[in-house]
Each structure stands twice: as structure tokens, then as C-alpha cells.
């Protein structure tokens, strides 16, 4: 899981580059902290689907 810090950050670039814009190092950062948050998502969101359990029901409905 991203730190409540990283998330900050994060949020506090977006608003820079929606704002007046954002420095070379700062667009690098703003990437390397975007590429953490979506690793951490995507192994998040994987262990909840390998974690779902199909249960086939008795056959009397649709």
C-alpha cells in the first residue's frame, strides 16, 4: 500500500501541473510515485480476484 505521504504528493503534483506546470525532476517524480501506486493497485486488485470462489448454484434458476 502507497503511504498517506505518497498519495499527498501525488495529488499535490497534479494540481502543480494542472497549475503553473512542473519541473523536469518533478515530472520525473510525479512518474516514478504514479508507477508505485498502480503496482501496488494492480497486485491489490489481483490477490481480490484470485480470492473470488465461483459457487455454481442448484440449476433451478436462470
Not at 29 to 40: D, G, H, S, V
Not at 46 to 54: N, P
Request: charged share 35%.
Amino acid at each position: 500500500m502507497v503511504s498517506k505521504e505518497k498519495l499527498a504528493r501525488i495529488n499535490e503534483l497534479a494540481r502543480k501541473s494542472k497549475g503553473v506546470g512542473l519541473s523536469d525532476g518533478e515530472r520525473d517524480e510525479q512518474r516514478a510515485l504514479r508507477q508505485e501506486y498502480l503496482a501496488n493497485f494492480r497486485e491489490s486488485f489481483r490477490g481480490q480476484l484470485e480470492a473470488i470462489h465461483v459457487v455454481d448454484g442448484d440449476g433451478d434458476g436462470p
